[in-house]
C-alpha cells in the first residue's frame, strides 16, 4: 500500500514538514510513502481548449495538449492509494498553483465523464478508460497559512476531490500557524491523518465504506460550512461544494444546520447521478456551440468583430 504525500508550499517550509509528519504517521500504520515537492515539477495553466474530453469521448483516451510534468504526477496521483496533500493559504484559500492542478483535473478526471466514456469505447470494441480513474481513493487534505483569513481553504480543497469523486478523509486548517513546527496539538493531528488515510485504504481496498473523519460542517452530506444565498431562488442556501439546493435553519439551541429535499441528493455534484446530468448539460451545450460556430454566419460575425478589434500585447522576448 502506497501512500502519496503531496506538497505545494516553499521547499523545507511548513507545509513540507507537516507532510512529512502526516507521512511519518502513514508509515507507522504500515504504509509505503513517497514524496512530491510541486516546486520541483513544471505544470502549465489549462487554457480550456477542453480537447482532453473530445479526446476522451473520441475513445483515444484523455489526452492533454500541454507539454509539461502533469501527466508524470497525474500518474502518481493514480497509482497511490491514498493522497495527502499540504496547501498554503493564500487570500483565504488555496494557492494559484494548487488551483492548476485542480483545473488541469478538468472533464477528462470527471468520474462521470470516464465511467459514459469507458461505455462507449467498450461498446464499439475498444479498451475503455484507465481503470484507475474509475477507482475509490481517499485524500487528505492539511491547509496552513500565517492568520486567521482561512475561510474558504477547505472548500478549495475539497473541490479538488469533486472531480474524480474520492473521499476526503480529513480536511485539516492551521490558522496563525507560521510556527507549526513548535505546535504539539497541529503536529499530532497531521500525524494523525497518515494513520487515518490508512486505515481509509485498508477499508477501500477491503471493499468497505470509507467515511469522512473530519470536523462536522455545516452540510450534512459534503461537510461544506460555505453557501451561496440564491435571490433568484428566493433566498435559497446554495451549498458551495455539492450544489444542493435548500435552507439553513437554527435549531432551539442555536445550531444552525443546513436542510434540503431528500431529491437534491440525486443531484449533488458529489454522486454519480450528479455527475451523470452535467455530463447531460455539457453535452448539450457543447453541441449548441458546434452548431453555432458550423452554421450561424450572426455567431460568426460576431466573433470576428471581436478578433479584428485589437490585438494582445505581449512582451518583448
Same mark, same amino acid.
Given at each position: 500500500?502506497?501512500?502519496?504525500?503531496?506538497?505545494?508550499? *516553499?521547499?523545507?517550509?511548513?507545509?513540507?514538514?507537516?507532510?512529512?509528519? &502526516?507521512?511519518?504517521?502513514?508509515?507507522?500504520?504500515? $504504509?509505503?510513502?513517497?514524496?512530491?515537492?510541486?516546486?520541483?515539477?513544471?505544470?502549465?495553466?489549462?487554457? !480550456?481548449?477542453?480537447?482532453?474530453?473530445? %479526446?476522451?469521448?473520441? !475513445?483515444?483516451?484523455?489526452?492533454?495538449?500541454? +507539454?509539461?510534468?502533469?501527466?508524470?504526477?497525474?500518474? +502518481?496521483?493514480?497509482?497511490?492509494?491514498?493522497?495527502?496533500?499540504?496547501?498554503?493559504?493564500?487570500?483565504?484559500? %488555496?494557492?494559484?498553483?494548487?488551483? *492548476?492542478?485542480?483545473?488541469?483535473?478538468?472533464? #477528462?478526471?470527471?468520474?462521470?465523464?470516464?465511467?459514459? &466514456?469507458? +461505455?462507449? %469505447? #467498450?461498446?464499439?470494441?475498444?479498451?475503455?478508460?484507465?481503470?484507475?480513474?474509475?477507482?475509490?481513493?481517499?485524500?487528505?487534505?492539511?491547509?496552513?497559512?500565517?492568520?486567521?483569513?482561512?475561510?474558504?481553504?477547505?472548500?478549495?480543497?475539497? /473541490?479538488?476531490?469533486? *472531480?474524480?469523486?474520492?473521499?476526503?478523509?480529513?480536511?485539516?486548517?492551521?490558522?496563525?500557524?507560521?510556527?507549526?513546527?513548535?505546535?504539539?496539538? &497541529?503536529? $499530532? +493531528?497531521?500525524?494523525? &491523518? !497518515?494513520?487515518?488515510?490508512?486505515?481509509?485504504?485498508?477499508?477501500?481496498?477491503?471493499?468497505?465504506?470509507?467515511?469522512? /473523519?473530519?470536523?462536522?460542517?455545516?452540510?450534512?452530506?459534503?461537510?461544506?460550512?460555505? =453557501?451561496?444565498?440564491?435571490?433568484?431562488?428566493?433566498?435559497?442556501?446554495?451549498?458551495?461544494?455539492?450544489?444542493?439546493?435548500?435552507?439553513?435553519?437554527?435549531?432551539?439551541?442555536?445550531?444552525?444546520?443546513?436542510?434540503?429535499?431528500?431529491?437534491?441528493?440525486?443531484? $449533488?455534484?458529489?454522486?454519480?447521478?450528479?455527475?451523470?446530468?452535467?455530463?447531460?448539460?455539457?453535452?448539450?451545450?457543447?453541441?449548441?456551440?458546434?452548431?453555432?460556430?458550423?452554421?450561424?454566419?450572426?455567431?460568426?460575425?460576431?466573433?470576428?468583430?471581436?478578433?479584428? =478589434?485589437?490585438? !494582445? *500585447?505581449?512582451?518583448?522576448?
Amino acid at each position: 500500500m502506497k501512500i502519496l504525500g503531496i506538497s505545494y508550499g *516553499t521547499k523545507n517550509g511548513n507545509n513540507d514538514a507537516m507532510c512529512k509528519e &502526516a507521512l511519518m504517521g502513514a508509515k507507522e500504520a504500515g $504504509a509505503e510513502v513517497e514524496f512530491i515537492q510541486m516546486q520541483d515539477l513544471d505544470i502549465k495553466h489549462c487554457t !480550456g481548449c477542453i480537447a482532453c474530453v473530445k %479526446s476522451l469521448f473520441s !475513445g483515444r483516451g484523455n489526452l492533454c495538449v500541454l +507539454k509539461d510534468d502533469f501527466p508524470w504526477l497525474l500518474d +502518481k496521483m493514480l497509482d497511490a492509494d491514498g493522497i495527502i496533500s499540504t496547501v498554503p493559504i493564500f487570500e483565504k484559500g %488555496s494557492t494559484g498553483l494548487f488551483h *492548476t492542478v485542480t483545473d488541469r483535473f478538468g472533464p #477528462r478526471m470527471d468520474r462521470g465523464n470516464n465511467i459514459i &466514456a469507458d +461505455k462507449m %469505447s #467498450r461498446e464499439h470494441g475498444g479498451p475503455g478508460v484507465d481503470p484507475r480513474i474509475l477507482k475509490e481513493k481517499p485524500v487528505s487534505y492539511i491547509a496552513i497559512g500565517g492568520s486567521d483569513w482561512a475561510t474558504r481553504v477547505q472548500n478549495d480543497c475539497a /473541490m479538488q476531490a469533486l *472531480t474524480p469523486k474520492w473521499t476526503v478523509i480529513d480536511n485539516l486548517v492551521f490558522g496563525w500557524s507560521k510556527g507549526i513546527v513548535m505546535n504539539d496539538d &497541529a503536529i $499530532a +493531528k497531521c500525524h494523525q &491523518a !497518515g494513520i487515518n488515510i490508512v486505515e481509509a485504504a485498508k477499508a477501500n481496498a477491503e471493499g468497505k465504506e470509507m467515511k469522512y /473523519m473530519g470536523e462536522e460542517g455545516v452540510c450534512p452530506h459534503c461537510h461544506s460550512k460555505e =453557501f451561496y444565498i440564491d435571490p433568484e431562488q428566493n433566498y435559497a442556501a446554495v451549498c458551495d461544494l455539492c450544489g444542493m439546493v435548500g435552507e439553513l435553519v437554527k435549531d432551539e439551541n442555536g445550531k444552525v444546520t443546513f436542510v434540503f429535499p431528500e431529491e437534491q441528493l440525486g443531484h $449533488a455534484h458529489d454522486t454519480i447521478p450528479g455527475k451523470f446530468i452535467h455530463a447531460d448539460d455539457i453535452q448539450r451545450n457543447e453541441g449548441k456551440l458546434a452548431e453555432m460556430q458550423k452554421s450561424n454566419p450572426e455567431f460568426k460575425a460576431r466573433k470576428e468583430k471581436y478578433k479584428a =478589434f485589437i490585438e !494582445g *500585447t505581449k512582451p518583448e522576448r
